[in-house]
């Protein structure tokens, strides 16, 4: 018993040791939060972009999605172009991004192990490079809004030197329900405080699909679009920092996004996330954690704690019930005239296993008190400092997420680990929720 006592109890502490790492990095964004966001000096000279958007069966979006691209845009007509594909496809996604005015191509692929977004994002960057006159890309989804002044803020940036960058990402229908205002909540948190200090640290920051821009300088020296995994953004990101390029985050590139507005399309979206994102960990991932030591840069230890989020509900969920099972066991033992005990163990109600079972049980009460708190107060200033971009109701809209936020995270927690612990999560359509072009 001896043994075990402590296998265990080295184990849980590197457990709590791995969540207070992870933890503390959110705690400096807090503290970092009044920071100003960068902005990045206007230009006159205009770069050329093709906009791409990866699409399968959106055909309740699609139309408006690229309507809005080109006519409500503040740029030039002639120095961007909308590309969409239409992928594997059954409604009319094709013929309404057509009509709307894009450049529209159709895949169809049998392989279910090539049904994902990152297949199309493929072949409309193939066709960008072999047309040879754009100067970057812009990936959208189907279900985006951007601000008028998207390209003109991603155009200035360019000319500043980056060649790689997120958007700042903000939500089209916070106020809908508590899925929706939950969701939009972290969005807020993790533009506004986390993409926010990195960016003024000039940290990486991670590629989220909506709004994400490449040069075609970097993707022709890269050979094209090589991230083709089921979380194919994250993958990219990874990749390009492994490879010594440069993230930026644009925080006045603002680009508005459906959220999820059901526990089920929050679960089925979360679960599939991690599934993919526990893969990219445990293999492109670790690798940032051997830059950190190699180089000493915090960012490689951010992007990799930012990733070990993944697989942390697991780890708990395994690690503590079989920490709490050994203790209770043993008193079991005891009670049944079973004496294992040794030094470590004393019985009754006053007896280390009963004082172990006791104190877990109360840290962990703390712990969740903490959580609370710590998410609440981070949501609350993510939307608060971001209430210009959310409009005058923004309270309203975010309260649900704010306050209940934390116990919602705790039932995303079991989609999380229902998506870790699977070898394959099937893809779920989400359903879209009516776009609002008045948020931009």
Known sequence: MDIAFIVLTILIGLVFLFLFLLLSFQVIFILFAPLKPKKF???????????????????????????????????????????????????STYKLAKEAGAIVYERFCEDPNKKRAAYPIKLLIEKVLEADKYDAVIKFDADN?????????????????????????????????????????????????????????NWNSMISGAGMMVTTKVLKEIGGWDALSGIDDAEFAVKRMLGKYHINYIPEAIVYEDQPSSRKDSANRNARMANALNKLYFGEGMKLLGMFFKTGKLTYLDMWCQLSFVPLPLALSISIPIYLAFYFITLGLEAGGIHIYSWRFTPGL???????????????????????ILWTYQSWLGVYLDRKILGKNWYKDARKGIWLGAFAMIVYGFSVTDGTS????????IKRNPQNNDKK
Request: hydrophobic letters at 40%; a neutral charge; one cysteine or more.
């Open 422 to 429: 699977k070898k394959k999560v099937k893809w779920a359509s």
């Open 350 to 372: 006053e007896g280390t296993a009963f004082l172990t079972i006791k104190w877990t049980l109360i840290a962990g009460l703390i712990a969740l008190g903490l959580f609370y």
């Open 145 to 201: 809004l951007p601000c008028p002044e998207f390209l003109l803020r991603m155009n200035d940036a360019i000319l500043e030197g980056v060649n790689i960058a997120r958007a700042h990402e903000a939500p089209s229908n916070m106020g809908q329900n508590l899925w929706s205002s939950v969701s939009s909540c972290y969005y807020a948190r993790d533009s506004r405080l986390a993409c926010n200090f990195r960016e003024r640290m």
């Open 41 to 91: 000096k206007k230009h006159e000279a205009k770069n050329r972009f093709a906009i791409i958007i990866p699409a399968h069966n959106e055909e309740s979006v699609i139309s408006n999605s690229v309507n809005n691209l080109l006519n409500n845009i503040d740029y030039p007509r002639d120095l961007y172009d909308v590309y969409v594909c239409a992928d594997n496809c059954n409604d």
